[in-house]
């Protein structure tokens, strides 16, 4: 398990690298107005031909000390001010739930990773965590905040990945996406049928006992290409469907990626990013559990590609269960096989 830094020099250090390591990537730099109408200011931007960061201190003890880390997407408005897509603010010190951002470390390595607790604003009817938790596809972990408490939060990236680009651009297109699609009375996402979704029983790794704090740092990285993997998913599964008009797809909390026909659920996919046994046997229990109530429902496990794939396809057989593999190339593009 994650813990949460609550150590007022040790999150400024963080901070500091951060920008750094950003600044690293985005290249260039303007002068921009930021925010919305009536409520803006004028502010440096980083960007690059997809996505723009700014970043400044706020310290102001009625509004939560923090670190201010305001992140849109491109292209440029050509007047008025630029839309901030979402901020990932880190408080100065300690835990402060008002504040969305969290700066995270694993016990035993030297890995530092950002979380947001997915408080997603806007001002608008139907933004907000519960419904973005509900709709978004990337990964929600439990972070320890101390000996008694933790918190769970989305898991955007190490800020030390060579990824760390593609999976903040993912998590803050998905935001934006979020937002246009409640904006526009179009949310996508919803399942039409009911099904167990709502049972404590869950599968998680994250949660499971003795693991916790073991989890290796490579694994908590992969697992921020989540939700990269899984839009990859939808668009490939759409393609395969793409004879049938009446197909339409949906996540859950529980549930990667469904599919729907006619209303009916047919196929429910889960999503592992590493070949393991205990990844294998999270997915299986899983993609039984959540068809329990119709047998019918192809269940589909998504695996990575490895020198090994062919260890358990005897096992997959007798159960019953399709095998998709992925690839995730260098420049975070995902190439699927069944």
Same mark, same amino acid.
Request: proline share 3%; with cysteine.
């Given at each position: 398990?994650?813990?949460?830094?609550?150590?007022?020099?040790?999150?400024?250090?963080?901070?500091?690298?951060?920008?750094?390591?950003?600044?690293?990537?985005?290249? %260039? %730099?303007?002068?921009?107005?930021?925010?919305?109408?009536?409520?803006?200011?004028?502010?440096?931007?980083?960007?690059?031909?997809?996505?723009?960061?700014?970043?400044?201190?706020?310290?102001?003890?009625?509004?939560?000390?923090?670190?201010?880390?305001?992140?849109?997407?491109?292209?440029?408005?050509?007047?008025?001010?630029?839309?901030?897509?979402?901020?990932?603010?880190?408080?100065?010190?300690? *835990?402060?739930?008002?504040?969305?951002?969290?700066?995270?470390?694993?016990?035993?390595?030297?890995?530092?990773?950002?979380?947001?607790?997915?408080?997603?604003?806007?001002?608008?009817?139907?933004?907000?965590?519960?419904?973005?938790?509900?709709?978004?596809?990337?990964?929600?972990?439990?972070?320890?905040?101390?000996?008694?408490?933790?918190? %769970?939060?989305?898991?955007?990236?190490?800020?030390?990945?060579?990824?760390?680009?593609?999976? *903040?651009?993912?998590?803050?297109?998905?935001?934006?996406?979020?937002?246009?699609?409640?904006?526009?009375?179009?949310?996508?996402?919803?399942?039409?049928?009911?099904?167990?979704?709502?049972?404590?029983?869950?599968?998680?790794?994250?949660?499971?006992?003795?693991?916790?704090?073991?989890?290796?740092?490579?694994?908590?990285?992969?697992?921020?290409?989540?939700?990269?993997?899984?839009?990859?998913?939808?668009?490939?599964?759409?393609?395969?469907?793409?004879?049938?008009?009446?197909?339409?797809?949906?996540?859950?909390?529980?549930?990667?990626?469904?599919?729907?026909?006619?209303?009916?659920?047919?196929?429910?996919?889960? *999503?592992?990013?590493?070949?393991?046994?205990?990844?294998?046997?999270?997915?299986?229990?899983?993609?039984?559990?959540?068809?329990?109530?119709?047998?019918?429902?192809?269940?589909?496990?998504?695996?990575?590609? *490895?020198?090994?794939?062919?260890?358990?396809?005897?096992?997959?057989?007798?159960?019953?269960?399709?095998?998709?593999?992925?690839?995730?190339?260098?420049?975070?593009?995902?190439?699927?096989? %069944?």
């Amino acid at each position: 398990m994650l813990v949460a830094i609550k150590n007022k020099e040790l999150i400024a250090r963080y901070q500091n690298e951060f920008k750094t390591i950003l600044s690293e990537h985005l290249k %260039e %730099e303007g002068n921009y107005a930021l925010g919305h109408q009536g409520d803006n200011f004028e502010h440096t931007v980083k960007f690059n031909d997809k996505i723009w960061w700014s970043s400044f201190d706020i310290d102001d003890s009625e509004t939560s000390p923090r670190f201010w880390n305001g992140f849109g997407l491109l292209p440029f408005k050509n007047t008025g001010t630029q839309d901030i897509v979402v901020e990932i603010n880190i408080p100065h010190e300690g *835990i402060n739930g008002r504040v969305s951002g969290i700066f995270a470390k694993e016990p035993g390595t030297n890995d530092v990773f950002i979380l947001h607790r997915g408080r997603i604003g806007g001002g608008r009817k139907g933004i907000g965590k519960d419904s973005f938790k509900e709709w978004y596809r990337g990964s929600w972990i439990q972070v320890s905040e101390d000996k008694k408490k933790t918190c %769970e939060a989305i898991l955007i990236t190490s800020i030390y990945s060579e990824n760390v680009i593609p999976n *903040i651009y993912n998590f803050v297109s998905q935001v934006k996406q979020f937002k246009d699609e409640v904006t526009g009375n179009s949310l996508s996402r919803q399942i039409n049928q009911d099904i167990p979704l709502d049972s404590p029983l869950t599968f998680d790794p994250e949660y499971s006992g003795s693991k916790k704090g073991k989890r290796k740092s490579t694994q908590f990285r992969q697992e921020c290409n989540h939700g990269i993997i899984v839009n990859a998913l939808e668009k490939w599964v759409r393609c395969k469907y793409r004879k049938k008009a009446k197909i339409s797809t949906f996540n859950t909390q529980l549930i990667d990626l469904g599919i729907q026909f006619n209303d009916d659920v047919i196929e429910i996919y889960e *999503i592992k990013t590493s070949f393991d046994r205990q990844s294998i046997y999270t997915g299986i229990g899983q993609l039984f559990f959540h068809s329990a109530d119709n047998p019918r429902i192809v269940k589909n496990l998504v695996l990575p590609r *490895i020198d090994d794939n062919e260890t358990f396809s005897n096992i997959f057989k007798k159960l019953n269960l399709k095998i998709i593999l992925y690839e995730l190339d260098s420049e975070m593009k995902v190439s699927f096989y %069944e």
